[in-house]
């Protein structure tokens, strides 16, 4: 397969509203050509409204959307250059998985020996090659989403669109379709809008995320940024979990800023942060325990403890509240009731505002 140059997606100031109910009040973002991006968010949040805007299964009520630079706004489905895997595959359950893939190209006027040499050719990029002669009922769900991936891509779209792809497969299925589909839009180089509700997921396969809430943007960045640098306490716990705690800062110095908890000083990130009262997120694993000594400058106590096998789960008690802490080096887990003295390692501590 050779698609085409892909398209960039733009929204200018998207309304959507189903009767009274505005799903999304007034969402504007942009999809670099190429790239695989990830609309995450709680269920209800108006990722599907979304994507089902960009594929012309929706129109907005008000605003814009532009895929590869060309107004779609009004048009149906059919005449954009999109297309979907949906959650629940939508496989013709008599067709066979070759006239499956092929059924798009000929119905919009392909001769049938070339729709079916592409539809072969489609079939062995998601590693289904001779597998064309089966019923979808003879797939497992691995493999009739393979076939619904193959038969999306088959139209060589600008635009690929995924609708929590993964979902009607079980846990160990999830990582390995993901590393194939993610795998895929490399090689290939379309641009994909990727719809999930799982943040693993979501930090797994894209270039971009986008954390969509009440039908409005929380945040969006790199993975990393998102996880290591999140705006809100929204964000810090939607992406993985976090503690959060009230801090103050003592001084910000460039792109550095030194936080104070009770005696202790830690140098976080400083980037648009102010002194004074803020908001600070720590990953459980960011935190290490050690018995308390007299100097120790911020305390607490184990009030449970629980070994995992490959790490131990804490929580502790402190003036500020208490505290989830996972611990993957400690040999002999601490026992409930240890006074501990608490500090924080260089990554996974964020101010998320004041
Ligand atoms: N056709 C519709 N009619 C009325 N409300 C809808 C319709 N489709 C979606 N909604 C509402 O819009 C909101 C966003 O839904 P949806 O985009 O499906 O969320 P998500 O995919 O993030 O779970 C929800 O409150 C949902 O109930
Ligand atoms: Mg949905």
Known sequence: MNPKAPGSVVFENVRKSFGAFTAIPDLSLTIEPGTLVTLLGPSGCGKTTTLRMLAGLEHPSSGRILIGGKDVTMLPANERDVSMVFQSYA???HMTALDNVAYGLESSGMKRKEAREKAENALSLVGLAGMGVRLPAELSGGQQQRVAVARALVVEPQVLLLDEPLSNLDARLRRRVRTDIRELQQRLGFTAVYVTHDQDEALAVSDRIIVMKDGGI??????RELYDAPA???IADFMGEANVMPCDIIE???DSATIAIEGLRHKVNGRSVKRGPAQLAVRPNAI???PRRDDSPFNGQIVHSAYLGDHVEYEVQTERGSLFVVDTTVDAALPPRTD???AFKDRGIAVIGG
């Open 288 to 290: 290490t325990l050690t």
């Open 340 to 342: 501990v003295a608490i």
């Open 91 to 93: 496989l013709f359950p």
């Open 252 to 254: 910000v110095d460039g």
């Open 232 to 234: 809100s306490a929204f």
């Open 218 to 223: 929380a945040q969006q960045g790199a993975p």
